[in-house]
């Protein structure tokens, strides 16, 4: 499963983005889908992931609340509508698949290539 995540900017402190992941020419109504991000010199953490079926969603503390997770499976999409963003939102963003949810990086086979999201204060 190929995907393409974009929607990545500049903001300024307490705006909103919303970041897509689609993947053109397949189906994946049938794979948990998770956002991550990367900050300059960090590891690769967790924000937020969606089950196949879109009932069940989990977000990091530091983004709940903020951060919602969506998904159409009619356009192969996935969404992270982020509102009240602050400067230490600033990283790259993947997204990622895999047959089953999770908050583990690790678990995850099939990633995108990320975009870029800075806020500045």
């Known amino acids: 499963v190929q995907l393409q995540a974009s929607g990545g900017g500049l903001v300024q402190a307490g705006g909103s983005l919303r970041l897509s992941c689609a993947a053109p020419?397949?189906?994946?109504?049938?794979?948990?889908l998770g956002w991550f991000r990367q900050a300059p010199g960090k590891e690769r953490e967790f924000v937020a992931a969606?089950?196949?079926?879109?009932?069940?969603?989990y977000y990091a503390d530091s983004v709940k609340g903020r951060f919602t997770i969506s998904r159409d499976d009619a356009k192969n999409t996935v969404y992270l509508q982020m509102n009240s963003l602050k400067p230490e939102d600033t990283a790259v963003y993947y997204c990622?698949?895999?047959?089953?949810?999770?908050?583990?990086?690790?678990?995850?086979?099939?990633w995108g290539q990320g975009t870029l999201v800075t806020v500045s204060s």
């Open positions: 990622a698949a895999d047959k089953k949810v999770s908050g583990n990086r690790y678990e995850y086979d099939y």
């Open positions: 969606i089950s196949w079926r879109g009932g069940r969603t």
């Open positions: 020419g397949r189906t994946f109504s049938s794979y948990a």
